[in-house]
């Protein structure tokens, strides 16, 4: 497994391998590795020559700053879990000057008349994951890159930022991976107690239950959820609430 950690290093070997007509799966994290990135992985390793992990904190699609204080950071970990699984790279930049030269001068944005969902709650989130987004796929030149259906309205954006910029990678969404409990699995997961993780499942039981969005709502508030929006879209009854102070989101079909 190579550890590429500058743009340029990473350039030069991406593009040797597309010199050799190689397919290369891509999978984009903020690293604290899970079971969830694992099937990711494994995905993009099952469908392309190579399989590709980034692992970087991407600090412009945070609104909170304590939120990109408190995110976990576990690179030797990270990396022990990606060679036990096969993966041929792992591009990890040293520090935002390496893939910020400009300062986040230039970010690309998300225009819309009406802000929902995550675009509401989170302002300027977006703009964030779509400039690394599209730093990383022109850094890596993927032939497929894959996202986990968790944050849906984050696959949502990224796939018709790259029909409308006519990127060459196609974007694969990935299903929810969950804990035994029915939580999905997050990389913030690690912050909630042991109680508050059990309780926190109760999330995807509402979600799947029946009844209007509004009895939802009240059924998570009375369980202890700050619930910041309940909404249908996309198909998908999709849902933001905190707990102990972690926010946590989840979706599924309807």
């Not at 590795?33 to 099937?39: D, K, R, S, T, V």
């Not at 703009?127 to 850094?139: A, E, N, R, Y």
């Not at 032939?143 to 944050?151: L, Q, V």
């Not at 796939?159 to 969950?178: G, H, K, N, V, W």
Request: charged share 25%.
């Amino acid at each position: 497994m190579i550890l590429l950690d500058s743009p340029h290093q990473a350039k030069q070997y991406f593009s040797e391998v597309k010199s050799e007509k190689k397919t290369i799966g891509f999978v984009p994290t903020m690293g604290a590795l899970h079971a969830g990135h694992g099937e990711l992985v494994k995905t993009a390793l099952r469908e392309n020559d190579l399989g590709v992990v980034s692992i970087y904190v991407n600090p412009t699609q945070f609104n909170q700053k304590s939120d990109f204080e408190k995110y976990p950071a576990q690179l030797d970990d990270d990396l022990k879990m990606l060679k036990s699984l096969g993966a041929h790279a792992v591009f990890a930049p040293r520090d935002s000057s390496s893939l910020y030269p400009d300062q986040f001068r230039y970010q690309l944005a998300l225009v819309e008349e009406t802000k929902y969902l995550e675009d509401l709650y989170r302002p300027g989130h977006f703009s964030g994951v779509l400039s690394v987004v599209m730093k990383l796929l022109q850094i890596i030149q993927p032939t497929r890159a894959y996202f986990g259906e968790k944050d849906y309205q984050q696959y949502h954006v990224i796939s018709q930022m790259a029909e409308a910029y006519f990127l060459d990678s196609e974007i694969i969404p990935c299903e929810t991976i969950r804990e035994p409990s029915g939580l999905a699995m997050s990389s913030r997961n690690v912050r909630l107690s042991p109680d508050g993780r059990k309780k926190a499942a109760e999330i995807y039981r509402v979600l799947k239950g029946q009844g209007s969005l509004d009895e939802m709502r009240k059924l998570l508030t009375s369980s202890g959820f700050k619930v910041e929006y309940l909404d249908e879209m996309f198909g998908r009854r999709l849902v933001a609430a905190w707990l102990e102070e972690v926010r946590l989101i989840d979706n599924v079909k309807i």
